[in-house]
């Protein structure tokens, strides 16, 4: 029989074991089912933006920061410096901000401007080449009393200034302004649409978003001003005067002779005209960034479809030779050179018909993007109309 002592001994050893055995369950589990409350950091102010123009020249008097909701994935918008709005702007400074781009392209369209044109640029400023430049040129040849708004971020930088120099220098009148994409979309059926952009609740899809957003924003442009819109690869071959709210047609019907297919490369419009309004209205309502050309030349041909014939809806469809006389699928044509005298007779058949039927030509950069100008095709013949010696050059086309 143990002693009184002993068996004491054993209850406190007993004892202490059980004190340590609930004290580590009680230690695993707050380390298992525990919650962390994050501490907020210091807030730090916003990052700056670099905009193209400090990227060109270095450094800029002006502050620039970014706007708390744009989502960084999307480079395009947090790059535009009209979307850049300082934390300690008052509500009167941001409004004068915002009609900042208003007043600079009315300021340009003053009343020597017998025509208004607008490009879009949502592009690297190196990447404005020899065949913008070209088309440029095309433009003013046939329109010496036009003027032409280029918008673009990246255009309207020094650097930019410096690629219009040579039209600048002539006295022609165009001008690179960054867009304000707020602006053109205010209460229009796109606003609540952009706003889903900048927040990052709308998937772009895999589209590029600059295409998307040069679809939208050459109807904005032309809703809020009037206007003619022109892609940068659209040489023009003479003038667009007598032009009224007029959009081209693609492709016809080879039975029934009617369009089925419209584009949206050139479009000729009045400001307010409430077909633009149905354009913009369709973008916001179906957008797809996943299909190429939903919300552009399929788009056009959706709404135009539909809205045929009704009232209040005073506009033209021009048959495909005025603008887009040569298929994006047949367009190498324009590049080739003839191999015999059966071509040399196309070819010269064809610039006939080019130079007394059509306003312009539309070279499909998508498809025709690095094809070479060959001696004596039809766009050889061309630039050389223009004072153009493509093949004894540098110009990179």
Known sequence: MKSPDAIFSCREIYATISLISIFLLAYNSSSVFYTTVPIPAATDPPEKVTTPEENVAGKSSRKVFSVPQLNTRIPLLSQNRNLAISPNRTARQTKKKLRRFEDRVTDFFDADCKNQFFMTWISPLETFGGREIFVLHTLFTAHPNGCLIIASDSLDSKNGTKVLKPFLAKGLKVSAISPDFNFLFKKTPAEAWYNQLKSGSLHSGVVPLGQNLSNLLRLGLLYRFGGTYLDTDVIILRSFN?????????????????????????MVFDRGHPLLYKFIQEFALTFDGNKWGHNGPYLVSRVVARISGRPGYEFEVLPPPAFYPVDWSRIKALFEGPRNSTESKWVAAKLDQLRSRCFAVHLWNKHSRGMVVEKGSILEHLMSGFGYNYLNSTMNF
């Open 242 to 266: 007598g032009l009224k709210n007029a959009i081209g047609a693609q492709t016809v019907d080879s039975i029934t002779g009617n369009w089925s297919r419209l584009n949206n490369a050139v």
